[in-house]
């Protein structure tokens, strides 16, 4: 399995696709370099460049990168080896067929990790110094949770999107319609039925969002549902239970499916 996993992570990295999941992972960092540069302007309003961190950390990684690399990468799993005429080579390889999935699934999780964890890092060093060269050491537990929450969702993520673009002719289309349409919006609901998505849990591992307020009128971005009363351990056990039962559907997909390839005109 350690060969397969070396295979496809040097294949991964010298795609085109990580080429792109890389630059979409600078987004972030972007936005904190402009609110860095506009910090003097922000303090005068009493907004300190480290209260935002968890800001950027929930809405731009935890809600838009996190469900969007996955679902490039997760889709790609086995839907890369159908287009590109691969998956009949390595079905005839003496290989187990779950053990493909499963390589796919840790090089895919291992490049996404370093992507947006990286991403994370350098966006958390811009936006401590704006408050200070003190307050990178002083909040580096913060950039941890952050980035320990972001693997997690990414070992869930990625495993639903492999099933999802093993079963579903246009996975891509599908991934975007659940996480954006289901996942970014349901989770805010109130009552329990945001107990059906991942996100929820997610909420419940990453560091609460500081509120800013200005002349009283609260932030937009701390008008958030309260997370439901379940503790970080259940969130925990729910999290990984969800990515077990993903990365065994995920896994089996060519064992109990038949994938034709066409036919070129």
Request: proline letters at 5%; hydrophobic letters at 55%; aromatic letters at 10%.
């Amino acid at each position: 399995m350690r060969f397969l996993i070396q295979f496809f992570l040097k294949n991964g990295i010298h795609s085109r696709r990580t080429l792109w999941m890389g630059l979409i992972c600078l987004i972030p960092l972007a936005v904190a370099v402009l609110l860095f540069l506009f910090r003097p302007i922000l303090s005068k309003e009493g907004i300190e460049l480290p209260e935002l961190f968890p800001q950027i950390n929930f809405w731009l990684y935890l809600h838009f990168l996190l469900p969007l690399v996955s679902v490039f990468i997760g889709s790609a799993v086995i839907g890369d080896e159908v287009e590109d005429r691969t998956l009949p080579y390595l079905l005839t390889r003496p290989l187990e067929r779950r053990w493909i999935v499963l390589s796919k699934l840790v090089a895919g999780w291992m490049t996404a990790g370093v992507l947006m964890f990286s991403s994370l890092l350098l966006t958390y060093v811009v936006m401590m110094l704006g408050g200070g060269v003190e307050n990178v050491s002083a909040s580096f537990g913060q950039l941890l949770q952050s980035g320990g929450v972001l693997l997690i969702g990414l070992a869930v993520y990625i495993p639903l999107f492999t099933l999802l673009g093993g079963v579903v002719r246009r996975p891509v289309l599908a991934g975007l319609i659940l996480t954006f349409g289901w996942e970014n919006s349901v989770a805010f609901f109130p009552g329990n039925v945001k107990l059906v998505t991942v996100a929820h849990y997610l909420h419940i591992l990453s560091p609460p969002l500081q509120k800013v307020d200005q002349g009283g009128a609260r932030n937009l971005f701390n008008m958030v549902i309260q997370t439901t009363e379940l503790s970080t351990l259940t969130a925990v056990l729910i999290l990984v239970g969800l990515g077990a039962i993903f990365i065994w559907m995920s896994s089996s997909l060519l064992l109990i499916k038949e994938y034709r390839l066409q036919q070129e005109a």
